[in-house]
């Protein structure tokens, strides 16, 4: 069983009220291959939001400078544990995010810069031992960014 990041499953829970659809993904949940979870929201931020990423020093604030960590770390944990009650071993996350992204994610400075790092729900899925890949990594349809 993998989790999955909802708005690659077509779920409309980014922060601009969209989704990031891949087909390959959506059906992984779609046949019971996968659950989709949005950290975000199950943290308690609506859709639409405000943009945030997440600062070298681990906060992570939106666009009018309000920090939302708090947000952040409980949905992580809400998502972590829907991924230990279905026997999740494999994640499939939104690349950059500061949620899901792994490797890399944006600086906090809204500018478009990248800097090396994982978003909140996908530190917590590394530090338990379970694989992180990106939709980037995912094998399958053309990824949209």
């Not at 708005?7 to 659950?35: H, K, T």
């Not at 906060?59 to 409980?74: C, E, K, Q, S």
């Not at 530190?123 to 053309?142: C, S, Y």
């Amino acid at each position: 069983m993998r989790i999955v990041s909802a708005c690659l499953a077509g779920i409309p829970c980014r922060y601009d009220g969209g989704d990031r659809c891949v087909p390959a993904i959506r059906e992984l949940v779609e046949r019971g291959a996968a659950i989709a979870v949005c950290p975000e929201v199950l943290g308690g931020l609506g859709t639409p939001r405000l943009p945030s990423e997440r600062r070298a020093d681990g906060r992570v604030v939106n666009t009018a400078g309000v920090d939302v960590t708090d947000a952040f770390i409980l949905g992580a944990e809400r998502a972590m544990a829907l991924c230990r009650e279905h026997g999740c071993t494999q994640a499939i996350l939104k690349s950059r995010s500061p949620s899901c992204g792994r490797g890399t994610v944006y600086d906090g400075t809204f500018t478009g810069t990248l800097t090396v790092g994982d978003g909140v729900f996908a530190r917590l899925l590394l530090e338990a031992g379970i694989p992180v890949r990106t939709e980037e990594e995912f094998p399958g349809d053309p990824i949209q960014r």
